[in-house]
C-alpha cells in the first residue's frame, strides 16, 4: 500500500513537471524573422488550439498539484465517495490533455505543410525555431498523457480494489 501511494506521488510529480515544461515552451516561443523589409514575429498566439493547450496543461498541473497536497498533507481518501471523485477527476484530466495535445498536434501539422486551398504557408521553412520547439512541447506532452493514463489506472485500482469481487457494488468488509 506504501508502494502505491509513492508510486502515485512520484507520478503526479512527474506530471506536473512535464506539464509545466510544456507549458514553458509553449508559452515562452517566439521567433522574430525579417521577411520583406518587414519584421514579422510569430508567437502561440497565432495558433489558438496552441493556447488552448497551455491554458489546459496549467489548469491540470494545477489539480495533480491538489491531489499531491491534500494526499501529503493527510487528507487520505477514505471514502468510497471521495475515491470516485478522484478517479473520475483524473479520467477527465487525461481525455482533456490528450485532446488538446491531439488539437495542437493537428493545427501544428498544418503549419508545418502549409495549405494551398486556406492560403497558409510553410511556416517552418521560415520559423525553424519555432516549429522545432512547439514539436518538443508536443512530444512531451502526449509522455505526460501517457503517465496520466498510468495515474488513472492506479486510481481505477484504489477505488476498485474496495468493492466485493463476488457481489455486484458492495464492499468487501459488508459481504
Known amino acids: 500500500m506504501v508502494r502505491l501511494r509513492e508510486t502515485e506521488v512520484v507520478l503526479r510529480l512527474c506530471i506536473v513537471f512535464l506539464l509545466l515544461l510544456t507549458s514553458v515552451l509553449i508559452g515562452l516561443d517566439s521567433q522574430t524573422k525579417e521577411i520583406a523589409y518587414m519584421h514579422k514575429k510569430v508567437t502561440f498566439r497565432y495558433l489558438f488550439a496552441l493556447e488552448v493547450e497551455l491554458y489546459i496543461d496549467v489548469v491540470v498541473a494545477v489539480y495533480n498539484m491538489v491531489q499531491l497536497g491534500l494526499g501529503l498533507y493527510g487528507v487520505a481518501q ?9 478517479y473520475i477527476l483524473d479520467q477527465t484530466a487525461v481525455y482533456v490533455v490528450f485532446s488538446g495535445a491531439s488539437a495542437a498536434a493537428q493545427h501544428s501539422l498544418l503549419v508545418v505543410t502549409g495549405s494551398r486551398e486556406l492560403q497558409w504557408m510553410k511556416w517552418c521553412y521560415k520559423f525553424t525555431r519555432f516549429c522545432f520547439q512547439i514539436g518538443s512541447a508536443i512530444v512531451l506532452n502526449y509522455i505526460a498523457v501517457a503517465l496520466m493514463v498510468i495515474l488513472s489506472f492506479l486510481s481505477a485500482f484504489n477505488l476498485f480494489r474496495l468493492y466485493s469481487p463476488k457481489r455486484y457494488f458492495q464492499f468487501k468488509s459488508s459481504s
Open 78 to 86: 477514505k471514502t468510497s465517495n471521495s475515491k470516485w471523485l478522484s
